[in-house]
Structures are given as structure tokens and as C-alpha cells.
């Protein structure tokens, strides 16, 4: 039986590593060929190389989202390869060492907003382009809670915040061509990076988890499965929308008297 993304081409930016490697991975064993871009060449080849373990087809390329003639490089591989793009995946991020406002480093600021804020401009207007000359396609955007709801990292923040006004309206600028643009917000995710940080702080991680409605954090192939409902026909009707995942942390709490 053909998989539910069978004969499509993806990019994935940020692929070589946690939520990005899941939605690679997912997307591979439904029957796309899956294009792995990351800064960590070496991390992109370990996913591209388990993919083609398996029996589905990836190529990786070492991708800074943030430089333009990097990202035009990227998408002119992928179609010399297999010829053009169905789906982009702007999952790429960057939030080392941001913190409150008023003790923000202007550094720190500069390279969150390039990485996941230009990043996904500099990728969806690629896209786009190779998109048109298939007939349309997918673009599905990974932003964060952190956007719909104040919970730290002033620059991520931002960024995340201006990737919901951003590719809603991609969504209305290309909905007539056939090129859907969604977002998903995801809630705290049990990546490596994540884990290696709340492996220090049990006390605070047992206090995290208890936010949660389900008791716990998501896994990463929670947040593919949901990014490969987005890319496949099976939401042919679904754009411009800001899809949650996120354990039932905006829900609120249980109150207990």
C-alpha cells in the first residue's frame, strides 16, 4: 500500500537532530524523499544514513537557514536530485543563552531571530518558487507555545511569534496557486537537547511535567505525526492554521480544592 506521502519531495531544515530527525524519519517510511538539511552536517548523514537503512531514499546538505545563498544552495541540490519540492518543513531554531529582556545580549538576539525567524522567510520564498512549478505543495512551520503563551526566552519568543503572523500569511498569499502554509506549536518536546538541559534540574523537570494535563512532555514523533497530517492530502483543506501540541499546557490546570 503506498504511503501517505508516496512520490512527494520534502526539505527539512533542522532534520539532523530531535523533533526535525522524527519528521525526516516519519516522512521517509511514508514514501517521500526526504531532503535533511542542517548546520551539523555529520548529524544530517547519521539520519540520511538510517533512512536509506531502512529502504527510504534522503540526501543530506549542510544548510545555514539564515544566509541566503546557503538556502539557495539547499533547494538547488534538492532539485538537481530528485527534481523538484512538494513539502518544506521550517524547522530550524536556534535559543542558546536567551533569557529576560532587560539582561538580553544583543548577539543572542541577532542570531535567534536570523535562525528562526529569516530562516523560514528566506526558505518559504524558495519554496515557493519551486512549489509553482509543481502545482502547488505543503509548507508546514514549527513554531512554540512560547508564542501563544509567556513562559521565558525574550528572543525565541519573538521569533516563534512572528513565524504565526508570517506563514498565515503565506497562507493567504498562495492558497489560489495550491500551496498550503501551517504551523504547529509544540509544547515542551523530550529532545536530546531538552534532556540533556532537565537532567541537571530534576526538581524543576518533576515540576514541569506537573503543568501538563497529561502528566508528561511529548515525544518527538508526536509532533511528526502531526507535521505529516499537515503535508499529506489528508489536510488538502487545512491552511493558514495554528495547530497545538502541546499535552494540554494551554488548557490551564486541574483545580483541587
Known amino acids: 500500500m503506498p504511503g501517505r506521502l508516496e512520490g512527494q519531495v520534502a526539505i527539512v531544515t533542522g532534520g539532523g537532530r530531535g523533533i526535525g530527525a522524527a519528521i525526516t524519519q516519519l516522512f521517509a517510511e511514508e514514501g517521500a524523499k526526504v531532503v535533511i538539511a542542517d548546520i551539523d552536517l555529520d548529524a544530517a548523514n547519521a539520519i540520511s544514513g538510517n533512512v536509506g537503512e531502512r529502504g527510504g531514499a534522503a540526501m543530506a546538505v549542510r544548510c545555514d537557514v539564515s544566509v541566503a545563498e546557503s538556502v539557495d544552495l539547499l533547494f538547488a541540490r534538492a532539485e538537481e536530485r530528485f527534481g523538484g519540492i512538494d513539502i518544506l518543513v521550517n524547522n530550524a531554531y536556534w535559543s542558546t543563552g536567551d533569557t529576560t529582556i532587560g539582561d538580553l545580549d544583543e548577539e543572542v538576539w541577532d542570531r535567534t531571530i536570523a535562525v528562526c525567524l529569516k530562516g523560514p522567510f528566506l526558505c518559504t520564498r524558495r519554496a515557493v518558487a519551486s512549489m509553482r512549478l509543481r502545482g502547488g505543495g505543503s509548507i508546514v512551520t514549527i513554531s512554540s507555545v512560547n508564542a501563544l503563551y509567556g513562559v521565558g526566552e525574550t528572543a525565541y519568543t519573538a521569533a516563534k511569534g512572528g513565524l504565526i503572523s508570517m506563514m498565515r500569511l503565506a ?18 518536546i523530550a529532545t536530546e537537547t531538552c534532556m540533556e538541559y532537565w ?38 483543506f487545512v491552511t493558514g492554521t495554528v495547530a497545538v501540541a502541546d499535552g494540554g499546557l494551554l488548557a490551564g490546570r486541574r483545580f483541587e480544592t
Open 171 to 188: 497562507a493567504a498569499e498562495y492558497g489560489a496557486e495550491g500551496i498550503r502554509s501551517n504551523i504547529i506549536c509544540p509544547g515542551t
Open 199 to 236: 537532567d541537571r534540574f530534576p526538581e524543576g523537570f518533576a515540576r514541569l511535567r506537573e503543568m501538563y494535563p497529561l502528566g508528561r512532555i511529548g515525544e518527538p514523533v508526536e509532533v511528526a505525526q502531526y507535521a505529516l497530517f499537515l503535508a499529506s492530502k489528508e489536510s488538502s
